[in-house]
Antibody, heavy 119, light 111 residues
Framework: QITLKESGPTLVKPTQTLTLTCTFS??????????VGWIRQPPGKALEWLAL???????RYSPSLKSRLTITKDTSKNQVVLTMTNMDPVDTATYYC???????????WGQGTLVTVSS | QSVLTQPPSVSAAPGQKVTISCSGS????????VSWYQQLPGTAPKLLIY???KRPSGIPDRFSGSKSGTSATLGITGLQTGDEADYYC????????????FGGGTKLTVL
């Protein structure tokens, strides 16, 4: 059974850097074809894809946020970390991580973590 | 404004059928697999359809997917009140560097 769980601060101040950790079980990020993605959802709004890291350390980013995002993996800890710099109130959202197989699906998803950006 | 266009809302009565469209272009739907996700109120999204028309195990055959050209469609038959949710399509876009895109989402109301 694959499970993922997001962790990190619930409140960050504008201009700060957000660091979120996705801790997973039931699969290995060293297995060919496997990836972990990050997706966010502002309150009452649509899903927005942020980034994806593959087993071979290939990384993909949303073009609109690429300059602010970094995704890394720690295979030994079964963790994927997403950092987002220069946070703004418009970045307030629930942040999800999800398992990806061959990059064509996101399944399953973590429960999500709500991050509020406010001074 | 999403690269993939979905109707904001659809509705139908219990037992009826509904379709949700997802319109894109040759840089996304036209050349990549489409997947669909169901998000029940207050929960994380769940995969419904992958590779245009495949159902993961545990997804009832009331849910179906299809793709034609640069558009994809999610179909739901035998509507139940428990199907009330937001539905999102998604796929890769290769217009710049490859990146994933979601549609703007469709709210399904079962009247």
């Amino acid at each position: 059974q694959i499970t993922l769980k997001e962790s990190g601060p619930t409140l960050v101040k504008p201009t700060q850097t957000l660091t979120l950790t996705c801790t997973f079980s039931g699969f290995s990020l060293s297995t060919s074809g496997v990836g972990v993605g990050w997706i966010r959802q502002p309150p009452g709004k649509a899903l927005e894809w942020l980034a994806l890291i593959y087993w071979n350390d290939d990384k993909r980013y949303s073009p609109s946020l690429k300059s602010r995002l970094t995704i890394t993996k720690d295979t030994s800890k079964n963790q994927v970390v997403l950092t987002m710099t220069n946070m703004d109130p418009v970045d307030t959202a629930t942040y999800y991580c999800a398992h990806s197989l061959t990059g064509t699906t996101f399944d399953p998803w973590g429960q999500g973590t709500l991050v509020t950006v406010s001074s | 404004q999403s690269v993939l266009t979905q109707p904001p809302s659809v509705s139908a009565a219990p037992g009826q059928k509904v379709t949700i469209s997802c319109s894109g272009s040759s840089s996304n739907i036209g050349n990549n697999y489409v997947s669909w996700y169901q998000q029940l109120p207050g929960t994380a999204p769940k995969l419904l359809i992958y590779d245009n028309n495949k159902r993961p195990s545990g997804i009832p055959d009331r849910f179906s997917g299809s793709k034609s050209g640069t558009s994809a469609t999610l179909g739901i038959t035998g509507l139940q009140t428990g199907d009330e949710a937001d539905y999102y399509c998604g796929t890769w876009d290769s217009s710049l560097s490859a990146y994933w895109v979601f549609g703007g989402g469709t709210k399904l109301t079962v009247l």
